[in-house]
């Protein structure tokens, strides 16, 4: 009652009776590759005798998953231990319980049994073997569990114990009884020397924390003006969702500096960071194309302070130079650290910019080039197009919900569901296919979309497949976003087609409108009375 049920009360209502965003995933990713392993509860290669076993005899780095969460060593003592346990039970034909000792057998034996049963549940068993994924959607909150792998530290520590309590009755009236307990605890004493040096846990001297050095020392700043930090390049890690890391040195120095000074940071590091809100900050960032919905958050109209890395920035300049554009330079520090005054009113002027170069352009440019196609009368295009298609699903769309139009397409995404196929015009080799998600729904980024390229026999020439989340290269303000792809035909009588699946959800659907496919580099512009269009973004007449 105490250590369960009291507790389970509590987090109920702290989780539940507080209110808050509630659009959080319902199923965290990690569970299914932060979870143990047998190698890593077993051996280590931080140990000399499992180094040399590694090279010798079994690869255990060739089955090992490149996390922390995974390792729980247990040592060789308790390992052995639990041998010698094993074989005295099967020589008493599996009677009387794995343990017998004269006091405590009932708690020894049950706590054994549950710190056993942790062991395999952290072992992600079994959802993590094939076909078994599925499972995961019954159990609740189970799901909420990423780190499988913690719940081995208590078969780590109930082994260690129960091992030594069992040698203890077992050689306690041996003659010989020192003869196995000293080289045991020496066994033990090494191990623990090894993994207490294996890794180097010396701080770092940060100058950042100097004095001299501090954000605060800085001349001609006052902090006070602003209201928040923002980043470049920016990074997003929590929502699981999307996953923007990051580079350079802009993680630390913006934490460093919100430390010191107070400001928060628009940028996050967290876990569990609502859907909503990593929306409302990815628009703040990416191309500009509405005006960020974020802002109406902001407490007041004082402007950010925007720190830039100047080396990782010009690695991807095409991707942020917009959001220096007006920006106001406060301080420059070598190549890795910039510090700008963004007012907040930049962020709807660039989007109003951008409108008005697609309707300057649409009715001023006397090069554009109408599109020699019956069935695209009225699109212009920076020069001769051999051909592009468009898919709006406003006619054979199956759901009343879109992003434009009165139409999409609700997609199942499992792996043998085809969302697209065409045959792709002659005369071009690089294309680009985009499409417009709706990612205001748990997890539909993390889906995986497939373009593939077929002979006119159906033989695959080429399959691309990557996540979605990783093309969204424009926010929408009502939760839709407009993913870009880039691919190279490897031959003119091409048919192609597009696959959107992922494990665990190959009954669920991702709702997708206004695919183009075109090809790359162009420039395709459309009016309608409400709209103009260009390469798929549309933007209001009124």
Same mark, same amino acid.
Not at 80 to 87: D, P
Not at 343 to 352: E, Q, V
């Given at each position: ?43 280590? @290669? ?15 780095? !060739?089955?090992?998953? &490149? ?12 390992? *052995?231990? *639990? ?51 599925? /499972? ?25 114990? /129960? ?37 180097? @846990? ?14 605060? &020392? ?5 902090? &006070? ?16 969702? =999307? ?29 569990? @960071? ?34 830039? &890395? ?13 959001? $220096? ?36 352009? =649409?009715?001023?440019?006397?090069? /554009? ?63 680009? =296919? ?14 995986? /979309?497939? $373009? ?35 691919? @190279? ?47 798929? !973004? ?5």
């Amino acid at each position: 009652g105490l250590q369960i049920i009291l507790p389970l009360l509590f987090f109920i209502y702290w989780i539940y009776g507080q209110g808050g965003p509630d659009d959080r995933t319902g199923q965290p990713w990690g569970f299914f590759h932060f979870h143990s392993f047998p190698e890593g509860i077993f051996s280590s @290669t931080e140990q000399p005798h499992w180094r040399w076993f590694g090279r010798q005899v079994f690869d255990l780095e !060739r089955t090992a998953i &490149d996390n922390f969460e995974g390792r729980s060593y247990i040592g060789i003592v308790a390992f *052995l231990g *639990l041998l010698g346990m094993l074989v005295a039970w099967a020589g008493r034909r599996f009677k009387g319980g794995l343990l017998l000792l004269p006091a405590g057998q009932f708690f020894a034996q049950n706590i054994l049994l549950a710190s056993g049963l942790l062991l395999i549940a952290s072992l992600g068993i079994p959802f993590v073997w094939s076909g078994w994924e599925w /499972l995961l959607d019954y159990t609740g909150p189970l799901r909420q569990f990423r780190s499988m792998g913690r719940f081995a530290w208590l078969f780590y520590y109930v082994i260690n114990i /129960l091992v030594w309590v069992w040698l203890y009755h077992v050689l306690k009236n041996k003659n010989y009884r020192w003869a196995i307990w000293i080289p045991a605890m020496l066994l033990l004493w090494f191990e623990g020397i090894n993994q207490a040096w294996a890794k180097n @846990t010396d701080l770092d001297t940060i100058s950042r924390f100097e004095e001299g050095h501090r954000f605060t &020392d800085l001349n001609g700043i006052d902090y &006070d003006d602003y209201q928040a930090l923002l980043t470049v390049p920016y990074y997003n890690i929590g929502s699981d969702q =999307f996953w923007w890391e990051g580079e350079g040195y802009i993680l630390q120095n913006s934490l460093t500096l919100s430390v010191q000074t107070g400001l928060p940071v628009t940028s996050a590091m967290l876990t569990r @960071t609502s859907r909503s809100q990593t929306l409302k900050q990815l628009q703040l960032v990416t191309e500009p194309y509405r005006s960020p919905v974020i802002i109406e958050d902001f407490p007041d109209d004082r402007p950010l302070l925007m720190m830039v &890395d100047e080396r990782e920035y010009k690695k991807e300049e095409e991707k942020y130079a917009h959001l $220096l554009d007006g920006a106001r330079l406060l301080y420059l520090e070598g190549e890795r650290l910039r510090l700008y005054e963004h007012p907040l009113t930049l962020f709807s002027r660039r989007a109003s910019e951008q409108a008005n170069r697609v309707t300057r352009t =649409f009715e001023r440019d006397s090069t /554009l080039v109408p599109v020699d196609t019956v069935q695209w009368r009225g699109y212009l295009a920076d020069s001769s197009l051999v051909g592009f298609r468009r898919w709006s699903f406003d006619q054979n769309g199956n759901t009343g919900v879109s992003y434009f139009g009165s139409g999409s397409r609700r997609h199942t995404m499992h792996p043998d569901s085809v969302l697209l196929q065409w045959e792709s015009p002659a005369g071009e080799v690089d294309w680009v =296919f985009s499409a417009w998600f709706l990612i205001d729904e748990d997890r539909r980024t993390r889906s995986t /979309l497939e $373009l593939i390229e077929r002979a006119p026999d159906g033989t695959v020439r080429q399959r691309q497949a990557s996540p979605i989340r990783q093309h969204i290269q424009v926010f929408d303000d009502r939760g839709w976003g407009l993913g870009i792809w880039t691919v @190279t035909s490897m031959a003119a009588d091409s048919r192609w087609e597009v696959r959107i699946h992922q494990t665990g959800m190959y009954r669920e659907t991702i709702l997708v409108d206004e695919c183009l496919w075109m090809p790359a580099g162009r420039n395709l512009y459309f009016r309608t009375s409400s709209y103009y269009w260009w390469n798929n !973004r549309f933007y209001p007449t009124d």
